[in-house]
T-cell receptor, first 111, second 108 residues
Framework: NAGVTQTPKFRVLKTGQSMTLLCAQD?????MYWYRQDPGMGLRLIHY???????AKGEVPDGYNVSRLKKQNFLLGLESAAPSQTSVYFC??????????FGPGTRLTVT | AQRVTQPEKLLSVFKGAPVELKCNYS??????LFWYVQYSRQRLQLLLR??SRESIKGFTADLNKGETSFHLKKPFAQEEDSAMYYC??????????FGQGTELSVKP
């Protein structure tokens, strides 16, 4: 039972490149979330999902897309990376919207 | 607008001193509030929720609707309480709105 895992842990991208971050959970949680964490800004919600096949926009969705084709996976995509997307990305999953279990984070640098 | 404000970026206290981490919110309706904590090299985790009115690791938090606050308190801080603390508010549609976070440093 690994809980919530994120792949990769670190990544460096050049401006304009694309990538996908994978979040996987083995606890059968309905709710899944993608956040970004920036100094002085706290955690900001990018996109979230309240069940398989559903997604919704959070506070800062621009420049990102998500998919939840399988209940256990929640993918975050950057189509054309920008330096402003340099951040630490956290995925979370939970049985309810408030009881969220977080992944270890992905540190992304866009040069 | 739904918003959570944690006015202190860093709070430094000595071991054994009382600690209060401030959290103010704006929300039109009946809010649900939570405190999350991230210890060094660990994942962010739920510390407590106002509805359960419980004390976790000696911490308590009371929802004050008049002052729109949900401050986290502990009478005697311990070194192991050093961590990043986030206040969170339930938003519409199954999500949480987090504050900016307060780093608590408990000195020996």
């Amino acid at each position: 039972n690994a809980g919530v895992t994120q792949t990769p842990k670190f990544r460096v991208l050049k401006t304009g490149q694309s990538m996908t971050l994978l979040c996987a959970q083995d606890m059968n949680h309905e709710y899944m979330y993608w956040y970004r964490q920036d100094p002085g800004m706290g955690l900001r919600l990018i996109h979230y999902s309240v069940g398989e096949g559903t997604t919704a926009k959070g506070e800062v969705p621009d420049g990102y897309n998500v998919s939840r084709l399988k209940k256990q996976n929640f993918l975050l995509g950057l189509e054309s990376a920008a330096p402003s997307q340099t951040s630490v990305y956290f995925c979370a999953g939970g049985p309810t919207y408030y009881e969220q279990y977080f992944g270890p984070g992905t540190r992304l640098t866009v040069t | 607008a739904q918003r959570v404000t944690q006015p202190e970026k860093l709070l430094s206290v000595f071991k054994g001193a009382p600690v209060e981490l401030k959290c103010n919110y704006s929300y039109s309706g009946s809010p649900e509030l939570f405190w999350y904590v991230q210890y060094s090299r660990q994942r962010l985790q739920l510390l407590l929720r106002h509805i359960s009115r419980e004390s976790i690791k000696g911490f308590t938090a009371d929802l004050n609707k008049g002052e729109t606050s949900f401050h986290l308190k502990k009478p005697f801080a311990q070194e192991e309480d050093s961590a990043m603390y986030y206040c969170a508010l339930s938003g519409s549609g199954g999500k949480l709105i987090f504050g900016q976070g307060t780093e608590l440093s408990v000195k020996p």
